[in-house]
């Protein structure tokens, strides 16, 4: 069955916008674990806008607990600063089970793009060397459709993550047929090449069961915007209790 792993970024959005300790991050993250998230996920940007570091070694001591993996998003080479010593610097401290990596920028308000693979990877792989030497296991946001897919093993990834961004709009338009067959048609040809697939962005309990279904060998979803918002209406149990359904109906799709 796919995993689900709980980005709990907007909780810290939420707490970051008055300052203080609440909602509390890791209080919403032990109620998810609890309702049976398979994972936690973080974004910890160097803006602090979204998880701080500071959030990190209590996220990774709860997922300990619970015996779940830690996933940490970033990009690779947005430089260190003051509050944010950089994506590599705070694995270390922590050691996720996977890092995602991201080519987002400072101003991005989301992540909106993944990696190409067709121009120059050294620095890129350079960075995957880093993680993976840490024991993380490494995925690589990428684009539905995305080319040169053998590169991103050669550049010592495990894992890509597919954007899916533009199949939620499609979905929204009443429309995926075009969306979903591109999602596909990039996760048959990374199985074939050897890597897993993860699959994140604005899902929603709407729109996952048709993604799942049509999509083969998703490991893993990542789901922290419409997770958040749903729960503000039917609590975090439930909310998660119910993507763990679909989850479960759409097992062997």
Known sequence: MTRLSVNV???????NSRGGGEPDVQAAALACLQAGAHGITV?????????VAEDLPPLAALTARFGVELNIEGNPFAPPRPGY?????????????????VPD??????SDHGFDFEGDTGALATQVAAFAALGCRV?????????????AVALGAQRIEIYTGPYA?????????????LCAATARRAEAVGLGVNAGHDLSQANLGR???????VEEVSIGHALIGEALYAGLDATVRGYLTILGRTAGA
């Open 105 to 110: 920028g400072d101003g991005q308000l989301t």
């Open 43 to 51: 974004h910890p940007r160097p803006d602090r806008r979204h998880v």
């Open 139 to 151: 995925s690589l946001f990428v684009d539905a459709g995305v080319a040169a897919l053998e590169r």
């Open 9 to 15: 970024n907007k909780v810290a959005v939420l707490r």
């Open 85 to 101: 010593p950089g994506l590599l610097a705070l694995c270390e401290q922590v050691r996720p089970a996977q890092v995602t990596l």
């Open 169 to 181: 709009e499609a979905f929204a338009t009443g429309d995926p047929r075009a969306a979903l067959d």
């Open 211 to 217: 993604f799942l279904e049509q999509v083969p060998g």
